[in-house]
Every structure is written in C-alpha cells, then in structure tokens.
C-alpha cells in the first residue's frame, strides 16, 4: 500500500487583507496571470449581479450565484488546453478562465438559438466541448466517475491528461462521489477532485453530512492525498491544484482537495436562506471575501489600480448588456430541433413524432422568459 | 464455418473488433483473468492486457460512468454488468447521462457506450438473476437496446452496436447462451440494427418475440403446424428502434397477432408492439392482439417454469386468436 498524507490543517497563504502569511511559500504565478484571474473574478461578481436583477425582474427563469466562492473556481489555473473539467454548477469562473464568453454563458442562459447546447438544459447547465468543459447535470455527483472515466481514458491513451472534476460537499454523501474515488484511488487515474466546501447544500449544514472531521480526510479511505486549503485564498487555491495536477500529469494518481469557503447568498434564485440560516452567519465571511484578498495582495505587490477595476467593470457591464439585448432578440431554437441530437440520425419514431408535431398549430410558451 | 454457441460469438466480436479498433476496452466485474462468469470475454485479458480489459471495483455506477467519461474522450468502452438484475445501481448514470449526453448538451458530447448485459430466467436464479428489464431502456430516449437470440445475429448485431454512435443496452439472453448454437462466420460482418427477422414464415399468425422467446415461438409455431395451423415467427432482434415496417407486413397478411416476452406484462414492450401495430393495421386484425408474458410479480425462484412463457402458452394463444 501506498502510504498517503492528509492534510487536516488548513492550507494559507493570504490573510484576510491579502497580505502573504509570515513563512508561506507563495506560488509563482505570472503578474499578468494574477491581473487576469482579478479581472474573471470581478466578471463573475458582475454576471452574477447583473444575472440575479433580471431573474428578479422576471427575464431569466432561474440563476445560481458563487459570490464568496470565486477563488476555489481557479483550481483551473494549473490546467492545459488538453485537460478536462467536469463542473458542478457554481464554478463560472472557471468557464470564463477557458474562454468561454459573456455571450456564450447568456445565451445558455436563455437558451436561445444560438446557446451552443440548443437551449436543451435550464439556466446554469453549460457545456463547452470545445474547451473540454462538459455538459453539467443537475443530479449532483454524477460527474465524478465521469472524470474518473476520462482520467482512464487519458492513461489508457497514453497522454498526459488530467481531469479535474468539482463538487460540493454535500456531494461528498453520494454514493457517485464513493464510487469515484475509489475507481480514481484503485487505477491511479490522473484526476483531482475538488470539493467546494460552502458550508451549505441547499438548506442543510455541513454537519448534517459527514461525521468526518474534515472532507479532505476522506481521501484516505481511497489512498489518495487529501489536501485542505482555505477556498477562498487564491493563492492557496491554486499551490494546492499545481500540486495535485502536477502529481497527476506524473503518474501519480489522484488527489482530493477540499477548498474551505462559504455560501454567502441563497443555493439559488428560488432559495430564501433566512428560513433556515442565522442571517448573522454570512456576515462574518464578508471579510474573507476572496476578491478583495486578492485585490489586497494587488495592491501590497503595486499591482492595482481603482481605475482599472472601475474600468473593466464598466466594461464587463456594457459587455454583458449588449449580449443580453442580442439575446432578447435570438428568439428560441427551431422547432425541428427538438428532435435533433436524441441520436446521431433521427430514429422512425422521431421522424414520424416531429412530422406531427410540424403540422400542428403552435404553442406559445407560457413563460415570459 | 465455425459453430459457435452465443457466448463464443460475443467473444469473437470483441475479439475481432479489439483488434481491428485499438479504442475498443471492456470493463467490468470479474471480466479480466477470470473471462467473465459466463466467460464472454475469455482470453481478452491475455490478449489485449489489462489496460484493455479491466477488472474494476464492485460498482455498477462506476462502470457506467467510468465508461461514459471513457466515450467522451473518444475511447470506445464495452461496459459489462454482469446480471442485468444488478443495473440499477447505474440506472441514473445509464437513463440520466448517458443516455442525455449528446442531447443535452446540443450534440457537442456523443457518447458510444455499449453496454453488454445477461438477462432473462430459466436458470435457477431467483428475482436477481433472472429479470428481463428491457422495457425500462426502451423508454428511455437517446438508447437503443437490442437482444440477439442466437450466436449469428449476436456476432453481427454486436459489432454493428460497437460501430455506431449511440449508447446502446446489449442485452443477451443467458438460458440459451450455450443452448443456442450455430454456424457463425469467422470473417467480419454486420447486421443493421432496427431491423426485425422473420425466422419462419407462415400464413394465419404472426409471432412477435425476442431474445430467449425466440426459440420458445419457434416451438410453438411447430406444434401449430402440427395442427394445420400457419404461423410466421418475427424475432425483433433490435428493441428500440424496433422494425414496425416488417411486424405490419406480417400483421396485414396473417390479421392475427400473438406477442411474446418474460417480462412482467403491465407497460411491457408488448404493449407498446400491439398499440404501435394497432394505430396501423386495425383494419386488417380478425381478433384482438394476444399477449404471452411473465406476471406482474418478481421473478420467482422455486416456480420459475410456471412464471416463464412456454410453448404451450403460446399455442393456446395462437388458438385464442383463432377461435375469437
């Protein structure tokens, strides 16, 4: 047996106001790199303002926010193109680290003629092949033997591909998150699995799904390391996700990282977590806001400046404002596609239920959005 | 030209198609070393290796999605659940994901799985080796699922499923795994999948089955002949899509139609073959469609034979339809 190393002990390299912790190893990580990761963080807290108003306003169906949870979305960073995510649902930072774009992300949102998935899935269901992001289900977990699959499938190739899947820790009481770390830890897949720990899966606290001391000391059940770092230190963050990926690249099998963050806002648009939740809770993660620590450790390196900021958020809000408008007017997917992609040619039954359905009368949707 | 039995001609797809497409991998419960319980992928381990003829943990989600993340990526996996009595531990992975990938996600991510699974009683197996699950994955949209009843239409039919796009339920009659034998070409070839067989012809009845039933009208069709009594035997051989265009011709030259499944009747796929084939071809039925089936209950274990459709059973459906 292969001894491994949980890592119980909260990994930091920030503190709260971005200053680098008295003895932490930094990670090396281009200046330009750490512009752009501030600048996708500040996207996401936009989009996801921007999304939440016009759910409210009623012209988008449903939405999931991550503010407070956009570091743990850059355990991306150490990927290459020819790696592959399986995403959960509340990682848009990550998308848009890979180029997925603003207009990509709202016409899926609307699911309009030009969604690339064909407006086939309800809001926050993306899929990218063309990034190797893949397509998200809403049934939690089931992505992780998936990645585990695609992690064989890159052995079995003989590439040096990682796949990287993210779940929640609620996730981590699945019998799919089991199954998966157990095929990943028994054929040393090159996989690493990150658990976005937020404290909260829908109504239910943490507690009520483990009786473990930490997720990341799962791990050794599966005789894989098991790292714990504090989700929202991006530095941290990323120290932990070059290790593992490195780890993986070289043949050395999985590692579980668990990313220590918090929801601050409802699970999504059709949420009201004061039912359930002291509303004094969120507040105290306010000052653990990953955003502001990295724009903190901007400023001590003399990185930053407000006139960027405001600069690139007016910009990611015209940005986001004209691809709505676009989207508004993209109109739905045509009706023939309904049938399209069911199989890769139409089956007998398809055919004949889409002749059927062309000579009928159409049916206005009852939704406005 | 070899005789093989249908076990053999599994083997010889896989065989054959492993070598021809180095993407090819079969996972699963004991399917390395050992071969498989009953021996379908014998000799695949020493052949191609463990890479390619993995032996994985005892979890049937695992495999499937195991495989379906194999197929995104461009492997070709040929997943095996080693009783079908045992999917539903990956029903979600198999009815959720795979088969929604492709629709799902506007068609970015295909995902050829096929999936190769014993099914059916007779063998002293109880409820939990002996279930014939097929009309759940014929409900499902984005699978296709096809039963071969002999080792002929096993090898062609099987190598079709692997060149194809789809996920597909390859689900394999076990009671005449060796029962079942037959002259099976050693070279390459292919049966498209969709279409039905017509394994005897005949004139006043026509049968419907599939899988182990296929023998089972055969049997039936001979007594009747013994009786004066014509029937044509139709062996569906692919399940979804099933081959309406060959059961109306039959149904509209014989007007009398008798169906025959061990799965329990109520929502078994009978249903959907008489409904399809009476929304076509009422005009032409001299009496209502008869039914030969397993019963609502779970498999049994000590009355199996009386659970199990037979010959007899079907005979006396045959007359039923006759005498209407």
Redesign the interface.
């Known amino acids: 047996m292969v001894a491994v190393h949980v890592q119980d002990d909260l990994r930091r390299v920030l503190d709260e106001d971005g200053r680098v912790i008295k003895g932490a190893q930094v990670p090396v990580i281009p200046e330009e790199d750490l512009m752009r990761i501030f600048d996708t963080m500040l996207l996401v807290r936009t989009m996801d303002d921007r999304m939440m108003k016009i759910q409210r306003q009623g012209r988008l169906g449903f939405y999931m926010k991550s503010i407070g949870e956009e570091a743990s979305h850059f355990a991306v960073y150490p990927l290459r193109k020819t790696d ?1 995510v ?1 995403p959960s649902y509340r990682e848009q930072g990550s998308w848009f680290w890979a180029g997925y774009t603003i207009e990509n992300y709202i016409d899926q949102l609307f699911g309009n003629l030009n ?4 407006g ?2 309800m809001p926050v ?1 993306h ?3 063309w990034l190797n992001y ?2 998200i ?1 809403s ?1 939690v977990g ?1 992505q ?14 003989k590439t040096d591909g990682v ?1 990287l899947t993210f779940f929640g820790e609620g996730t981590s009481s699945t ?2 998150f089991h ?2 770390m ?2 990943a830890g ?2 040393k897949a090159p996989v690493v699995f990150v658990c976005r720990n937020n404290g909260w899966a829908i109504s239910v606290p943490m507690e009520k799904q483990t009786a473990a001391k930490t997720f990341a000391s799962k791990a050794v059940g599966y005789g894989m390391p098991g790292v714990r770092v504090d989700g929202n230190d991006i530095l941290a963050v990323i120290q932990a996700a070059q290790e593992a990926v490195d780890r993986a690249r070289a043949g050395d099998g999985p590692t579980m990282i668990e990313a220590l963050t918090y929801r601050r806002e409802g699970h999504s648009s059709s949420d009201d977590p004061s039912v359930y939740r002291d509303p004094d809770e969120p507040v105290s993660w306010d000052k653990k806001d990953p955003l502001n620590r990295l724009r903190g450790y901007l400023k001590h390196k003399g990185l930053y400046s407000p006139e960027h900021e405001k600069e690139r958020a007016a910009q990611y809000n015209e940005e986001i404002t004209a691809a709505l408008a676009r989207a508004d007017e993209a109109g739905l997917p045509p009706l023939e596609s309904l049938f ?5 040619d139409p ?3 398809l055919r004949e239920q889409r002749e059927y359905l062309l000579a009928q009368q159409r049916t206005k949707s009852p939704h406005k959005h | 030209m070899p005789t093989m039995n249908i076990i053999q001609a599994v083997n010889d797809a896989l065989r054959l198609e492993m070598t021809r497409e180095p993407k090819v991998v079969v996972l699963g419960e004991d399917v390395g070393k050992f071969g498989g319980v009953f021996r379908a992928t014998s000799g695949l381990y020493d052949e191609f290796g463990p890479e390619r003829v993995i032996d994985t943990p005892l979890a049937e989600a695992g495999i499937i999605g195991t495989a379906i993340g194999m197929a995104l990526y461009g492997i070709r996996p040929v997943p095996e659940i080693q009783f079908a009595d045992f999917i539903y531990p990956a029903f979600d992975q198999i009815v959720n994901e795979l088969a929604k990938f492709r629709y799902r996600s506007g068609g970015q991510y295909p995902c050829p799985v096929v999936i190769r699974t014993p099914y059916g009683g007779g063998i002293r197996g109880g409820h939990y080796h002996s279930q014939s699950p097929e009309a759940m994955f014929i409900h499902t949209a984005g699978l296709k699922v096809v039963v071969p009843s002999n080792p002929y239409d096993a090898k062609g039919l099987l190598l079709s499923c692997l060149r194809q796009n789809d996920p597909v339920l390859f689900m394999e009659p076990k009671r005449i795994y060796r029962a079942s034998r037959g002259d099976v070409p050693a070279e390459d070839y292919t049966i498209p999948l969709g279409q039905a067989k017509v394994v005897r012809e005949g004139e006043q009845v026509t049968l419907i089955a599939y899988g182990a039933m296929v023998p089972i009208a055969e049997e039936a069709a001979q007594k009747a002949a013994e009786q004066s009594i014509s029937c044509e035997v139709i062996d569906l051989r692919t399940l979804s899509p099933f081959d309406i265009d060959t059961l109306l011709v039959s149904a509209k030259k014989t007007g009398r139609v008798v169906i025959v499944h061990e799965a329990a009747r109520t929502c078994g796929f009978g249903a959907e073959l008489a409904t399809s084939i009476y929304e076509r071809a009422i005009e032409y039925l001299e009496g209502p469609i008869q039914r030969v089936t397993g019963f609502d209950t779970p498999f049994p274990y000590s009355l199996e034979h009386e659970y199990m459709p037979n010959a007899d059973r079907v005979l006396a459906a045959v007359r039923a339809t006759l005498e209407w």
Do not use: L
């Not at chain 1, 992780?144 to 190739?157: E, K, L």
């Not at chain 1, 399209?340 to 890769?344: K, L, R, T």
């Open positions: 592959w399986f969604d690339t998935t064909k086939r899935q269901h899929s990218a092949s893949v397509s289900s049934p089931t992780i033997p998936q990645a585990v699959g695609t992690g064989m499938a890159m052995s079995i190739s796949a019998g799919e199954v998966g157990n095929f028994v054929t399209e992609d069911v199989y890769e089956t007998w039954p």
